[in-house]
């Protein structure tokens, strides 16, 4: 008799602790809704600790929420919360009765991520760049869980994640969640930011593969246009940049921009068809100072060539003649383009830049007067 009273004595004693770490689950709970934070991690490490409790996965659902409501306050935090909830998971599939506590966790969802939410934001505010990162990053996969979920809710939640990742400097992750965000969003500024993660990554091949899926997506964007435009003019690949600059023209025919981009790749292939371009550029736009600018030294540089071409036909008076006036005539259409680039002209330096060219202009002219006049307005910007 003895032996069987000290078996149920310790049956009971067994029975009493496994319901006192129990109940250190249920304390977790109320003392977040206390909002008792640091309290129910005291709790809820405890219950986690215990043989029998951290086989429960209402454990670990609770260990998510604590975690998550302290995340705010610490970074580090965050990180627990998708492990814990993955343990849950686990623990749930492997029971004997797989999927009995699925409603259970799955209730729990929208509550934790709202907490990481703030978390993030918080974090942000804390210049905690990268554990802000991860507590978006975990409400979009916490999001991917709830049944029915539109992922398209959620771009403002990939964005979020790239943009705090990009603060830190962790471009791959950053590139990730903006290429994401490309896919489900309307604004082609996270291609734009994808894009600048793969330049710091000097990655030239998502480069160009973002940049023309930012097009393909959003063709009439012209910061996407130009942008690819750029990159291939920089790459050295001008067909490229040739073929999307004719596509766009023939989509937006009234943008001046496309034009000038022509133009500038264009000189390197055919003169005048650059020059017809910053004329279509400065005709389009009035107070186009970059396309004004270029169409001046475009004429004063082919000015220049004749004049060349003039020395090195000398034996032949005629010749020389004739190519010393188409100089002569280049000079003097350089000087309505630049006139209207020095007034038009954002700041002090682009306006000396085009009188700079002017006075080389009216000195070879021999137009003293005018001369005279660009040198005083010079002076004047000095």
């Known amino acids: 008799m003895r032996r069987v009273l000290i078996m149920a004595i310790g049956a009971i004693a067994f029975s009493t602790v496994a319901s006192a770490q129990s109940s250190k689950v249920s304390q977790a709970e109320n003392l977040l809704i206390l909002r008792k934070v640091d309290d129910a ?6 219950a986690m600790e215990h043989k029998k409790s951290s086989l429960e996965p209402a454990t670990f659902v609770t260990a998510a929420k604590v975690y998550a409501g302290l995340s705010a306050k ?28 699925l409603k259970k966790i799955q209730k729990a969802l929208p509550e934790i991520a709202l907490s990481l939410e703030q ?50 400097q962790e471009w791959a992750r ?51 246009v130009n942008s690819l435009i750029n990159y291939y003019l920089k790459s050295g690949k001008n067909q490229e940049a040739l073929g999307y600059l004719n596509g766009a023209i023939k989509k937006t025919p009234d943008n001046a921009q496309y034009y000038f981009a022509r133009g ?6 055919d003169i005048n068809a650059a020059i017809a371009d910053y004329e279509k550029a400065s005709t389009l736009d009035t107070k186009y100072y970059n396309a004004l600018y270029n169409l001046g030294v475009a004429y004063y540089n082919e000015a220049q060539k004749y004049k060349m071409e ?19 005539e280049m000079l003097k259409k350089s000087t309505a383009p630049m006139e209207k680039a020095a ?6 330096k682009k306006k000396y830049d085009a009188y700079d060219v002017l006075k080389r202009v009216y000195y070879t002219l021999q137009d003293w007067d005018n001369n005279k006049r660009v040198t005083e307005e010079m002076k004047n910007l000095q």
Not at 41 to 46: E, G, L, M, R
Not at 124 to 135: G, L, T
Not at 190 to 216: M, T, W
Not at 343 to 348: A, F, I, Q, T
């Open 41 to 46: 991690k005291v709790a809820i490490d405890a």
């Open 74 to 101: 610490d970074g580090a935090a965050v990180e627990k919360v998708r492990e814990y909830l993955e343990k849950a998971y686990e623990l749930d599939a492997s029971g004997k009765k797989p999927g009995k506590h």
């Open 343 to 348: 007034k038009v002209g954002e700041d002090n």
């Open 119 to 168: 978390a993030g934001g918080e974090l942000w505010n804390a210049k905690q760049y990268s554990e802000s990162s991860k507590a978006f990053g975990n409400i979009l996969w916490i999001n991917s869980k709830i049944e029915g979920h539109n992922v398209v809710e959620d771009t403002s939640f990939m964005t979020n994640t790239g943009l705090a990742a990009m603060q830190a």
């Open 310 to 328: 003039a020395g090195n036909a000398w034996k032949d008076k005629e010749k020389a003649a004739q190519l010393e006036a188409k100089s002569t």
């Open 174 to 224: 950053g590139a990730e969640y903006f290429k994401l965000a490309g896919q489900y969003s309307n604004d082609p500024m996270n291609f734009l930011r994808a894009n600048y993660c793969y330049e710091q990554l000097k990655d030239s091949a998502n480069i160009e593969a973002s940049l023309k899926a930012g097009f393909e997506k959003f063709p009439s964007s012209s910061d996407m």
């Open 264 to 269: 500038c790749l264009m000189e390197k292939i």
